[in-house]
């Protein structure tokens, strides 16, 4: 079974930056997409990065020039960059997995909840002013 684990969140100042891992354990044998989303209180559920099964990433427009998810594969670990970090950032945030995956970035990217095969338990990250 797989299984997903974040960490790295934290509270920072608006600007600063933090760095999020979500670390994978078990096996995909199949093509597969990986996300990050995250909910603020009272919120729905944001798309924030998506990597769809050849490698090609796709940002949500609100966080487009200031986070980046890179992969290391050695590792078994996706990232999530965030610098110039801003207030409305504020959330949990959540990395994911679907297996057998053949959407495009940009489609995983705004692909529901329930069409994920694996989450992780999420990790806070809080941005002051």
């Known amino acids: 079974r797989v299984q997903l684990v974040e960490s790295g969140g934290g509270s920072v100042q608006a600007g600063g930056s933090l760095r999020l891992s979500c670390a994978a354990s078990g096996y995909i044998y199949s093509s597969y997409c990986m996300g990050w989303f995250r909910q603020a209180p009272g919120k729905e559920r944001e798309g924030v990065a998506a990597i769809d099964s050849d490698g090609t990433t796709s940002y949500a427009d609100s966080v487009k020039g200031r986070f980046t998810a890179p992969q290391d594969n050695a590792k078994n670990t996706l990232y999530l960059q965030m610098n110039s970090l801003k207030p409305e950032d504020t959330a949990m945030y959540y990395c994911?997995?679907?297996?057998?995956?053949?959407?495009?970035?940009?489609?995983?990217?705004?692909?529901?909840?329930?069409?994920?095969?694996?989450w992780g338990q999420g990790t806070q990250v809080t941005v002051s002013s």
């Open positions: 994911a997995a679907l297996d057998g995956c053949s959407m495009t970035a940009i489609q995983a990217l705004g692909v529901m909840g329930p069409f994920w095969d694996y």
